[in-house]
């Protein structure tokens, strides 16, 4: 599960900028991964086919044409 994030800006100008941004796709997101499990690697790449079924989004990790991919690397763990 992913959580989102609110972008708010003080001026029209600065609105208009982030929109044409975001729909540019120049916008980089950042998602933070928590676990209490050790990692097996401190970096890795998850690739798989995205797209939005009966209204619901899904994810096919054994497509042979993925459409996206999510790096991960461990920043930082506890003993």
């Known amino acids: 599960t992913t959580t989102g994030c609110f972008v708010a800006t003080t001026s029209s100008v600065d609105c208009a ?5 975001w729909l540019a796709g120049e ?4 998602y933070w ?15 798989s086919w995205i797209e939005k079924k009966e209204g619901r989004w899904t994810s096919d990790v054994l497509s ?5 991919s999510t790096e991960f690397r461990v920043l930082k763990t506890e003993a």
């Open 17 to 21: 900028h982030v929109s044409k941004m």
């Open 27 to 30: 916008v980089q997101k950042v």
């Open 33 to 47: 991964f928590l676990t209490d499990k050790k990692p097996s690697e401190q970096k890795w790449t998850v690739s």
């Open 64 to 68: 042979k044409k993925p459409n996206a």
